[in-house]
């Protein structure tokens, strides 16, 4: 039977995922850069919420440092990569950035495997979150409640972000005409540079806020990648509603799937994908000419 | 490039490899037959890549349906090897050109981002048809003909399969068709405006370079005697493409040499590193920065056309 | 342009001949050359390393007790990077280049299955330490030894403690893959030969790869079963024990029989306090059980060597699969093929965890049953096994 339960279970899914999907889509709204390497911040934030939660705890709010730091050395690695190699590539065909973004991957997942081994890891619910909400129709874990609500604000805040500051209008800007944007007298290397910062630190707090509802493993990079490439294709690449509804209904479907035809779960949502594409190859939310 | 000597210079080579057995080591035998099924994966892929200018990342998917193929219908129907692989093709063939009518709709990132999602399917097909496939435990005991029974026999074999596959790719390439996969890649208005079907095109060069692959799975489901699911895994459609640009994409024997190169470097780093993923990683970003045209550019071999350059600007063709 | 196909010619031909050069390095020689494949990268890593550690341990055990045979045993390593194509590529590798005799391997069953063809071809023995997979024994062939437990064993032994604790209605939450299923046969077939009553009200099927099991543990939470037999192996079973403690579904007083080596060390000191508590799972070995002779002397040893107070079950196998080896070949007073193949053939031999006896032809398993336990609070950081007890395979399986 579909009922609370499962709903809100699909519902904290998708917003987690969207959490993940929103910095890949922004970023190739912007840089025009299909990010495979996203997959390895998210991975790399989930490690580095480990490491700093094994030294300093997570009694007394400290996780919460632990998801801040992951953010920041995410958002310092990306912008590193993105200074010093990903700039040279702008100019290249689509190609060398694919690949170089795919090395990226290998290379995180190894620097991961070096620091960490391939154990696979565990990071408690911080205190604050364990146990059970009682919602009056149904009882159900306080931290997946609060993933749902960093989803609603996250989208909320990114939406605000966009519509209400400069910093928003010109990333707009950036997404719809990248010509018109220097002409504007904008810094534009500096805008590509804040945008795959702040792409990356959202898959590293992402990272971390899933490490204690998951457990961290070697290929949890591959999973979500996957998963944030079909979630964009349905929405639309580059669109930020279009990552908050792609991403909502790959939750709901994958509920869905496993209550009703648990066997072919999998093959559902590629369906789900393959259709929108013959239908709106640009995705749901897209822009036509995004796309050619 | 005279195209006399390339070929004068690939019969020479096709001789000289099939003295390999001679060497009596039957690690360099299987170690020669891996490279060729690879080298013959790698030239269909750059076929769409260096060709075509579609960049797929679902290219493994062909090679799996192939190798399923061919293992299912020698070992579940016992059809004899010589209409086995042909079979496996023409199944191959039906299934990318369907694959390929969704996806050559599409361009650039939507295209290589479809690709990749249908080469998951095809792997999600792969893992759950158990009664078929064998599931994740895989196709086991691929009923090999006792005359390809022995590494040296199925070595032979391979070498002159591969040999007739590459002799036809490189026709297909150099044919009125291939001039217009690579105009097409160039421009595509300008190609639409002549009077080109770019749609058709694409979709006729999709089809072959997924059926080809499909040979390669075919041989390879016979040269490991098994075939998991893996084999249609997306890392496997990145590790076919790093061997194209390792080797130059769109220099038609550029993908072959990085294909051999690819190989050989992690067999021969196998014992000395556990950080494979971390050198080809490093290997690539070089080659990307670095050598943009590959180990083919390295000899002097011209970037490939409508391939931008350092500069930013098309090279002409 | 002739020139430069002419030197990329001339580079193929450096490589190859430089691999030819290794080969050329592998002589026949007087040692008993025994080959070890286990993923050094890739899933499976540091379970495999782990294996590969007490081989080696077994190898160097006996070559300071005089060797076999009064031969010195020495031991071939390659990557098995935990996937079937590179298991076969490992396995080649080892017979064709390193010439072994024997080879042992394999983390997961891709791998496995994936060697054991090797085997058959090469016409070289086998010896799976970690592969359950049933599919090993439904492919027969002579060349292949299993030491591990098989499925049916695994599955059967959760039957059984679940027959014991009296559930009636079972819920089952088992991976939509191989492994799963035939954890179900060995589990089904236990429940009909012991006479059970208890029938299977809810299955659940989560996919490979998934980390998200909530909509698996809603299934499981709308569901009436007083009985669940889990087989979500261990590292996934962190993410599926928090998941699932957050919902509260270890607290329904549903009995529990977690398969897949959920009581090994390892899992143990990852989950922590989020491990749960009171619910029955299995291990290969655990650190504290039994307290006999063979299996402290081991202990000591394998502290010594991972420098690890509480070491995990891994090297154990390994262990214990090399052990099996060794007492083939002794058996067999030579190291042909056919002759440890006929000498393995319902051999009985001293191991680690007690006697164990090989499988006659048609089998070639050894009967190793599982250690099942209670979880429980312990004075450690971690929860320990309580109750362990060693569930006999003999008569689960087959």
């Known amino acids: ?292 | 490039m005279k195209a006399n000597m390339q070929i004068a210079l690939l019969a020479a080579l096709c001789l000289g490899l099939a003295l390999v057995p001679l060497s009596g080591s039957t690690y360099l035998v299987y170690l020669a037959t891996q490279i060729l099924i690879f080298i013959l994966f790698a030239t269909s892929l750059n076929l769409l890549v260096g060709y075509g200018g579609l960049i797929s990342f679902g290219h493994a998917a062909f090679f799996a349906i192939g190798g399923y193929s061919n293992a299912i219908l020698l070992t579940t129907y016992g059809v004899p090897v010589l209409l086995a692989l042909p079979g496996a093709m023409v199944v191959t063939a039906i299934l990318s050109a369907i694959i390929g009518f969704f996806c050559v709709r599409l361009t650039a990132y939507y295209f290589s981002m479809l690709t990749l999602a249908f080469g998951q399917l095809v792997w999600a097909v792969a893992f759950k048809w158990r009664a078929v496939t064998g599931g994740d435990d895989g196709f086991l005991r691929v009923a090999v003909p006792e005359w390809l029974a022995t590494p040296s026999s199925f070595y032979l074999f391979s070498l002159l399969v591969v040999a007739l596959a590459v002799a036809v790719l490189w026709v297909v390439a150099h044919s009125p068709l291939g001039r217009t996969m690579m105009a097409i890649r160039e421009n595509e208005t300008r190609a639409g405006f002549l009077g080109v079907n770019t749609r058709l095109v694409q979709l006729i060069t999709f089809t072959i370079a997924g059926t080809f692959a499909g040979l390669a799975g075919g041989l390879f489901s016979m040269f490991n005697r098994s075939l998991f699911p893996n084999s249609a895994w997306w890392l496997q459609s990145a590790e076919v493409l790093i061997m194209v640009v390792l080797g130059g994409i769109g220099s038609f024997f550029g993908p072959m040499v990085g294909a051999l190169a690819l190989i050989l470097l992690n067999r021969l780093t196998l014992q000395l590193t556990e950080y494979w993923p971390a050198l080809l990683a490093i290997i690539l970003i070089v080659t990307l920065f670095f050598f943009p045209n590959g180990i083919a550019g390295l000899f002097g071999s011209r970037p490939a056309p409508g391939l931008r350059d350092e500069r930013g600007e098309k090279s002409d063709a | ?398």
């Not at chain 1, 899914?13 to 997959?39: E, K, M, P």
């Not at chain 1, 993105?82 to 190894?110: C, H, K, P, S």
């Not at chain 3, 090989?358 to 099942?372: L, M």
């Open chain 3, 1 to 398: 342009m002739t020139k430069s196909y002419n030197a990329l010619l001339l580079l193929g031909v450096t490589l190859l001949a430089s691999t030819v050069a290794g080969s050329a390095l592998a002589q026949e020689g007087e040692p008993i050359r025994v080959g070890v494949a286990f993923p050094q990268t890739g899933a499976g890593a540091s379970q495999g390393s782990d294996t590969a550690l007490g081989i080696e341990m077994a190898i160097d055990e006996i070559n300071a007790n005089g060797g076999l045979l009064g031969r010195p045993v020495e031991m071939f390593w390659r990557d098995s990077k935990g996937t079937p194509a590179d298991a076969t590529i490992a396995a080649r590798d080892l017979i064709t280049l390193d010439n072994v005799d024997f080879f042992l391997g394999g983390y997961n069953s891709g791998e496995t299955l994936a060697m054991s063809e090797v085997a058959l071809q090469e016409e070289v023995i086998y010896v799976a330490p970690v592969g359950k997979t049933i599919q090993l024994t439904d492919n027969y062939h002579p060349y292949q030894f299993r030491i591990a437990a098989n499925t049916n064993t695994e599955g059967g032994s959760a039957a059984l403690i679940l027959e014991e604790l009296g559930a009636q209605k079972i819920c089952t939450i088992l991976f939509d893959y191989a492994y799963g299923h035939d954890l179900l046969k060995g589990f089904e077939k236990a429940l009909e030969s012991a006479g059970s009553d208890a029938e299977i009200v809810t299955q659940v099927w989560p996919a490979l790869g998934v980390s998200d099991y909530t909509p698996y543990i809603g299934e499981v939470l709308n569901s009436d079963c007083d009985g669940v037999f889990s087989g979500i192996w261990s590292g996934e079973f962190l993410a599926f024990a928090k998941q699932a403690s957050s919902f509260g579904l270890f607290d329904m007083g549903k009995h529990w029989a977690a398969a897949g080596e959920v009581g090994s060390q390892d899992i143990m000191e990852q989950l922590g306090a989020d491990m749960p508590n009171g619910i029955w799972t299995n291990s290969y070995e655990v650190w504290y059980y039994p307290d006999t002779p063979e299996h402290n002397a081991y202990l000591e040893k394998v502290r010594e060597l991972t420098g690890s107070e509480h070491p995990n079950p891994w090297p154990s196998v390994g262990y214990i699969g090399m052990q099996a080896l060794a007492a083939g070949i002794e058996a067999a007073g030579s190291t042909e093929t056919d002759a440890v193949i006929a000498a393995m053939e319902g051999l009985s031999f001293a191991s680690l965890v007690g006697e164990l006896t090989i499988g006659g032809e048609g089998d070639h398993q050894a009967n190793r049953g599982q250690y099942w336990g209670v979880t429980a609070d312990s004075e450690h950081p971690f929860k320990v096994l309580d109750e362990v007890r060693y569930v006999p395979a003999d008569d689960i399986m087959h």
């Open chain 1, 1 to 292: 039977m579909f009922g609370a339960i499962q709903f809100l279970n699909g519902l904290s899914h998708g917003l987690s995922l969207f959490l993940v999907a929103a910095g890949l889509s922004i970023i190739f709204g912007v840089l025009r850069v299909l990010n495979f390497a996203h997959g390895g911040f998210y991975m790399l934030g989930g490690y580095v919420a480990y490491e700093v939660v094994r030294r300093i705890g997570m009694e007394h709010g400290l996780f919460w440092v632990a998801v801040i730091v992951a953010g920041l050395v995410l958002a310092l690695v990306a912008a590193g990569i993105e200074r010093f190699m990903l700039r040279q590539l702008y100019n290249r065909d689509q190609i060398y950035q694919l690949l170089f973004t795919f090395a990226l991957v290998l290379l995180i997942g190894d620097v991961v495997r070096i620091f960490w081994s391939t154990t696979a890891l565990s990071v408690s619910f911080p205190p604050e979150l364990r146990g059970a909400q009682n919602l009056g129709f149904t009882i159900y874990p306080r931290y997946r409640l609060f993933l749902c609500v960093v989803g609603v604000v996250a989208a909320v805040g990114l939406w605000l972000l966009f519509q209400r500051t400069r910093w928003g209008r010109i990333i707009r800007a950036a997404t719809q005409d990248r010509e018109m944007l220097s002409s504007l007298g904008v810094n534009v290397p500096m805008v590509y540079l804040a945008v795959f910062a702040g792409g990356g630190a959202l898959a590293g707090i992402s990272g971390a806020l899933a490490a204690p509802a998951l457990a961290l493993r070697g290929g949890m990079d591959a999973e979500i990648i996957v998963e944030c490439f079909i979630v964009v294709i349905i929405g639309g690449l580059g669109s930020l509603w279009g990552a908050f509804i792609g991403a909502l209904l790959i939750g709901q479907l994958r509920a869905i799937g496993i209550t009703f035809v648990p066997e072919w779960e999998i093959v559902l949502i590629y369906l789900l994908m393959i259709v929108v594409l013959v239908f709106r190859p640009w995705g749901l939310f897209g822009k036509k000419q995004a796309g050619s």
